[in-house]
């Protein structure tokens, strides 16, 4: 299985099990929002990078 793969089934799982704790909306916010914070911690220069390189070769 690809890591793209895992990583989607890793965020279905955490969404199964946030939502009864903290409800669909918050789980959704949380699982939109943690990959978002992820980019924008990163320097220019790295978002560059990130984004001139295709999806295959991130995960290399």
Request: hydrophobic share 50%; aromatic share 8%.
């Amino acid at each position: 299985m690809s890591n793209g793969g895992k990583i989607a089934i890793g965020g279905v799982v955490a969404a199964v099990v946030l939502i009864p704790f903290i409800g669909f909306w918050w789980s959704l916010l949380v699982l939109i929002g943690v990959p978002v914070v992820g980019y924008l911690m990163l320097d220019p220069s790295q978002r560059r990078r990130l984004r001139r390189i295709s999806r295959k070769e991130i995960g290399r």
